[in-house]
């Protein structure tokens, strides 16, 4: 018996379902960053993500996954992705990337941000880590550029690398990439944050994918955590940052549903101006 692919595609009536969870997702990264200050504990983080997903009448995505039992992913400084949120107070000076996401009526929402916590008196290392969190979404954004004109997905992933090699000396996390998603949160067509050999899924009216470059501030190899057995980090110790929006084609070209602007702001110095979803 002949076995049937699912489409990695949604019709127009499915796009227009997964703009109100990717809403409340930029809504509870909202207010997860208000809650991210020195002082504040990665449980606190997690809980007002929460609060805001299910004061908006939705439900976290994250806590779907088998073993998961939190809203969001925290990581923090050397922290990759994956972090568990714990009762670890954050200082002065941390970068924090916070992964999160919502669910709709079947629907997923996923984006992630990253928070640098002021310290006056250690101006130098909070600048490196802004620099890392600026350039990790100014390559996200290159990524989401290259969607609007791409033919094939992997497209995506030659932009990202372009924009990391020219204007840093980072490396890009090689272990973790960008994804497909609809009705599940993790779906086809993999998004590379590199260049990638042979032919990718094309690029047309009805994708639906999460483009999240994950920089490294050193050397790109990662180690998970042998306790918790969900943590990434860094093997070298060094400092990573993520950035992360979903993103929809349709048939006037694209919008970022997890940008309250459709992605206008990142997308002017592209040239590129993003069309609602009708």
């Not at 489409?7 to 509870?28: C, D, F, W």
């Not at 993500?49 to 004061?55: L, P, S, T």
């Not at 924090?96 to 250690?122: F, H, Q």
């Not at 955590?225 to 349709?250: F, I, L, N, P, R």
């Amino acid at each position: 018996m002949r076995s049937i692919r699912k489409s990695i595609y949604k019709s127009p009536a499915q796009l227009r379902l997964m703009v109100e969870p990717n809403r409340i997702t930029y809504e509870a990264l909202q207010a997860a960053k208000a809650a991210a200050v020195a002082g504040a504990t990665l449980l606190e983080v997690d809980r007002a993500a929460e609060a805001k997903i299910r004061e908006l009448g939705a439900e976290p995505n994250f806590m779907l996954e088998p073993g998961y039992r939190h809203t969001t992913c925290t990581s923090v400084n050397d922290a990759v992705v994956h972090a568990i949120p714990t009762d670890y107070v954050l200082q002065p000076g941390d970068i924090i990337s916070i992964d999160c996401g919502a669910i709709l009526k079947g629907w997923n929402g996923d984006s992630a941000v990253t928070v640098v916590i002021p310290d006056d008196n250690n101006p130098e290392l909070v600048a490196e880590r802004e620099a890392l969190s600026h350039h990790t979404e100014q390559a996200m954004w290159a990524g989401i550029a290259a969607l609007a004109n791409a033919k094939e997905i992997n497209e995506v992933g030659v932009a990202v690398e372009d924009y990391i090699k020219s204007n840093t000396t980072y490396s890009i996390v090689q272990d973790y990439i960008g994804h497909g998603i609809g009705r599940s949160m993790h779906e086809l067509p993999q998004v590379f944050n590199y260049a990638v050999a042979g032919r990718s899924a094309q690029v047309k009216p009805g994708l639906v994918v999460a483009i999240e470059p994950i920089i490294a501030a050193g050397r790109n190899a990662t180690k998970v955590d042998q306790q918790d057995g969900w943590t990434v980090y860094m093997a070298d110790g060094k400092d990573s940052c993520q950035w992360e929006h979903t993103v929809a084609v349709h048939k006037d070209g694209i919008w970022v549903l997890t940008a309250p602007d459709g992605g206008a702001a990142g997308l002017a110095p592209y040239g590129i101006v993003p069309q609602p979803i009708a």
